[in-house]
């Protein structure tokens, strides 16, 4: 017992310096940290998409970046805005949550591969933003399993990550933690807040052995 304490002193004592790289998120929210900042721009029909509990996700409900790189919670918003949305309404919608993850740091918006594909097939030809997709299936993915972003849409995917990134500045206006965009963030962000994610995880389970 006293390995595992000494254990979690020296991880919790090695990561808290990563939450010092990414821009400062309020630690509140009246939903949660991901619909807060966007519920009032996204289009009706995605109004209550980002709404759904954190619960399933080791996050505190106010944090926007963990909350960018759980698959599992992040899939529900996406198939949501899939069934519920169609057309520039779906770019409307996977452009202000890509560029909100951009905007804290994350740099990836995390789903099943399967749902990207929903999204794009609903868009029917408009550009949707940039996701990072997960192995088919997989709702638990680490850093070891992200896959390299991909653009879906028909346009290219030099065009689509262009539209993607010039709505940053815009979607940022709506959030606490916009003070520092995506351009402030190192290449190695999305990695970094896997792994912060992670650490959640593993502050949540050391904290039940005592």
């Known amino acids: 017992m006293n390995a595992v304490f000494l254990f979690f ?10 939450w010092d790289t990414y821009p400062q998120v309020p630690k509140t929210a009246s939903v949660n ?7 009032s721009k996204l289009p009706s029909c995605a109004s209550e998409c980002a709404d759904f509990s ?3 996700t080791p996050c505190p409900y106010w944090d926007t970046g963990c909350l960018c790189v759980m698959p599992q ?10 069934k519920s949305c169609s057309g520039e309404d779906v770019a409307s919608a996977t452009s202000l949550a890509y560029s909100l993850c951009s905007s804290v740091g994350a740099n990836v918006w995390m789903m099943p591969g399967s749902l990207s594909t929903s999204l794009s097939e ?22 070891a399993e992200v896959s390299s972003a991909t653009e879906t849409g028909s346009a ?6 262009s539209e993607t990134e010039s709505k940053s500045s815009t979607t940022s206006e709506n959030s606490s933690s916009a003070s520092e965009t ?3 963030s190192s290449q190695n962000g999305s990695i970094q807040r ?8 593993l502050v949540t389970f050391v904290s039940t052995l005592f």
């Open 33 to 39: 940290g991901f619909s807060d900042p966007i519920k």
């Open 122 to 143: 609903a868009a029917k030809g408009a550009v949707v933003a940039s996701a990072t997709a997960t192995s088919e299936g997989d709702s638990s993915a680490t850093s």
């Open 73 to 82: 919670w992040s899939g529900q918003v996406a198939a949501c805005i899939a």
């Open 182 to 184: 995506s351009s402030t």
């Open 194 to 201: 896997t792994t912060s994610s992670v650490f959640l995880f």
């Open 156 to 161: 290219s995917q030099d065009s689509a990550k």
């Open 54 to 56: 954190t619960k399933n």
């Open 9 to 18: 002193i020296f991880a919790t004592s090695a990561f808290a310096s990563q």
